[in-house]
């Protein structure tokens, strides 16, 4: 027995020096992970915490519903900038899933492995863009030489979420099955056939929950509006993307600026209306993902 | 090593229902064969360098059972697979050679690989109904997804749901999902669904390997049913699934065909050492 020279004495059972320095090392190495893995949920704890306290206390119905007070006075509403914000996001959403699905289907269903690849990359590149440098390029080619516009800020946030919808499209694709493809070749199907009405439909679930994705991460997208829709013609209910369009994250960014304390709360306030809309979303996202997984596992 | 169902034609299922009774007038089928012969001609079939099958020459006859045997890897999925040009679906998968259904080679050049694929259906090791479509589409998914409307649907779907001995078990649920039933009806589901399609030819890649015995026992008296109507080709690991539903049985090793003879002829009396060491289990 040649392990028996480690250990000083006794049993062969009960562990040396060498032993309980590794079910140290263990411990500490469990503890540390576990403590990240807590310090990562308390975060996000900490900040929805803070928000709702510092922005319940300006949130009632009419918040939701009025237009903002004029400057100084009290009561006012964010409809402007939800009204503002549905309309840009719902305009970059209708642009971004059609072309992301489309991309993820060319990708995962007709494309070589090597075209594949490069798309990924590419879409992995344009994911990485910072949102800034999208918003001047749209300034750039949109707004110079005309103005602001909410459809300059649409497609600004349609190339934010176009790598997103694309990319979980991809996984969700590349998760249906390969038999039911071959189940369709099978009986003499055209592909596309096979991908409109097989594997897209398969798919359906997690397809939405890429889609949701991407609007929970545009919602909150300030950067390129700042470019193309910060500077608003009047406080009222805007629905043409012609002209700059208010909207949450610019109205949080100017509100919290402002030297009005009574802003402040309006602030924490709108943080708190776009916190709870991207928790839901996440929400609603998760639904549709266990739907598919539950489809594709057969109940 | 019993080949008693495979050559009685009075064979019926026993727990058939009168109005799932496979008649031909339930099925509305000719009585005439219909099904075509499938010749294979010196086919060579290649994974990217790798060749998996060598100068494969057979024909498999009209209207008959032929069941495919041999060692896993020996090629015999590959060799179905090529006979309705399955095979060169897999990236970096190509095949020489000759496929003649009837007089016609599947792999000529003008050729429309889903006509191809029409007349000679395939069904699955594993059941794969899809997911989104209910029993009914499912059956209905190879005749609506080409563009089949109306009546003539509905009723093809009843047709070949009665003839795979399902339809008494399924008729009054025709719009729950298909993989809401058991493993073997749905491997029947997928049976229905390659008759639907009307083909010539029947291929079957180990339609039984996932079954429990009981499911396997009614897919193989399926088969025993089909064959007055379709030309079958039934790859199998099981060689008593071979006698019991082949009428002539292939062994092949590493790509070639070794061996073709009558599958009585094939257990008893084999021709070649090879075959003669694998049907006795010395390998494989």
Redesign the interface.
């Known amino acids: 027995m040649g392990a028996g020279s480690l250990q000083p004495s006794g049993s062969r059972l009960v562990g040396g020096p060498r032993h309980r320095r590794r079910v140290a090392v263990n411990r500490l190495v469990e503890a540390g992970c576990t403590l990240a893995a807590i310090l990562a949920v308390a975060v996000l704890a900490l900040v929805v915490i803070s928000v709702l306290i510092k922005g319940l206390p300006a949130l009632n119905l009419g918040f939701f519903t009025q237009e903002p007070a004029p400057f100084g006075q009290p009561g006012g509403g964010i409809a402007n900038s939800i009204v503002g914000s549905a309309i840009l996001v719902g305009l970059a959403t209708a642009i971004s899933v059609p072309v992301g699905i489309m991309v993820a289907v060319y990708t995962t269903q007709f494309a070589?492995?090597r075209v594949a690849g490069a798309i990924r990359f590419a879409l992995d590149i344009l994911n990485g863009v910072p949102t800034i440098v999208t918003g001047v390029f749209i300034f750039g080619l949109m707004v110079v030489g005309n103005q602001q516009s909410g459809w300059a800020a649409a497609v600004a946030l349609a190339i934010v979420e176009l790598p997103i919808v694309a990319r979980s499209a991809q996984e969700v694709l590349a998760l249906v099955?390969r038999?039911?493809q071959?189940?369709?070749?099978?009986?003499?199907?055209?592909r596309w056939?096979?991908v409109v009405?097989?594997v897209v439909?398969?798919a359906?679930g997690g397809l939405i929950t890429g889609a949701v994705l991407g609007v929970a991460r545009v919602a909150g997208e300030t950067a390129p509006l700042l470019f193309t829709s910060s500077i608003f013609s009047d406080l009222g209910i805007t629905t043409s993307p012609s002209q700059a369009m208010p909207n949450i994250p610019v109205t949080i960014f100017s509100l919290s600026e402002s030297p009005a304390p009574a802003d402040h709360a309006r602030a924490w306030a709108a943080a708190l209306v776009l916190i709870l809309f991207v928790l839901l979303l996440s929400v609603v996202a998760r639904a549709f993902h266990e739907r598919t997984r539950r489809?594709?596992t057969?109940? | 090593m019993s080949t008693r169902r495979t050559h009685s034609n009075e064979m019926t299922t026993p727990d058939i229902n009168e109005d799932e009774h496979p008649d031909l007038g339930a099925l509305g089928a000719p009585v005439a064969p219909t099904g075509h012969s499938v010749e294979v001609q010196e086919l060579n079939a290649y994974y990217g360098s790798e060749q998996a099958l060598r100068e494969v020459t057979l024909t498999f006859a009209a209207n008959t059972v032929t069941a495919i045997i041999g060692p896993s890897g020996c090629g015999k999925s590959t060799l179905v697979r090529c006979i309705n040009r399955m095979h060169e679906e897999i990236p970096g998968a190509r095949a020489e050679g000759r496929v003649l259904l009837g007089d016609e080679d599947v792999y000529a050049p003008k050729v429309d690989i889903t006509a191809v694929r029409r007349a000679i259906g395939m069904v699955f090791q594993r059941p794969n109904p899809f997911p989104t479509m209910s029993i009914f589409d499912n059956v209905a998914a190879g005749l609506k997804l080409a563009g089949m409307r109306g009546e003539a649907v509905r009723e093809r779907v009843h047709r070949s749901l009665r003839a795979v001995g399902l339809w008494g078990e399924v008729k009054d649920r025709l719009n729950r999902p298909g993989i809401g039933l058991s493993g073997g009806q749905q491997q029947r589901l997928c049976i229905a669904r390659t008759i639907a399609v009307e083909p010539e030819v029947i291929l079957m890649d180990e339609p039984a390997s996932a079954l429990d015995p009981i499911s396997t026992l009614r897919v193989e008296e399926l088969i025993a049913e089909l064959k007055s109507r379709y030309t079958i080709v039934i790859v199998t690991h099981n060689m008593q699934q071979a006698g019991r539903v082949a009428d002539s049985t292939v062994f092949m090793l590493d790509g070639s065909l070794v061996e073709h003879a009558p599958t009585q002829q094939m257990f008893t009396n084999p021709r070649d050492e090879r075959t003669e060491r694998y049907v006795t289990g010395k390998f494989g």
Do not use: C, H, K, M
């Not at chain 1, 071959?182 to 055209?190: Q, S």
């Open positions: 070589g492995p099955p038999s039911l071959e189940a369709g070749l099978a009986l003499g199907l055209r056939r096979i009405r097989i439909p398969t359906a489809r594709l057969g109940r």
